[in-house]
């Protein structure tokens, strides 16, 4: 399995409308096929954690090369995060 993490400082007030976003999202992910699923995660600190899981780093790559993965975020203009990739095993 292969992990995205998508780390997005987000102000209290913005955070409802950003985690709103991830999930008008989710229907056009969806549609790729090895896209397994998302988590959102929300730290104290006002982090919000965007956790995508695919089969393989090719299947995210599908998704991220096509015009869908630029609408989702704003056209490339979207607030920058850190991302970090990670090859997952699932022990249960």
């Given at each position: 399995?292969?992990?995205?993490?998508?780390?997005?400082?987000?102000?209290?007030?913005?955070?409802?409308?950003?985690?709103?976003?991830?999930?008008?999202?989710?229907p056009?992910m969806?549609?790729?096929?090895?896209?397994?699923?998302?988590?959102?995660?929300?730290?104290?600190?006002?982090?919000?954690?965007?956790?995508?899981?695919?089969?393989?780093?090719?299947?995210?790559?599908?998704?991220?090369?096509?015009?869908?993965?630029?609408?989702?975020?704003?056209?490339?203009?979207?607030?920058?995060?850190?991302?970090?990739?990670?090859?997952?095993?699932?022990?249960?």
């Amino acid at each position: 399995m292969f992990i995205a993490v998508n780390k997005v400082a987000v102000p209290a007030e913005r955070q409802q409308a950003m985690m709103q976003g991830f999930q008008h999202a989710m229907p056009g992910m969806k549609q790729f096929k090895g896209f397994l699923g998302m988590e959102l995660w929300v730290a104290d600190d006002n982090t919000i954690l965007a956790i995508s899981r695919w089969e393989s780093k090719e299947a995210l790559e599908e998704y991220t090369n096509n015009d869908l993965f630029k609408q989702h975020h704003g056209g490339g203009q979207g607030a920058p995060g850190q991302v970090t990739y990670y090859n997952a095993t699932v022990l249960s």
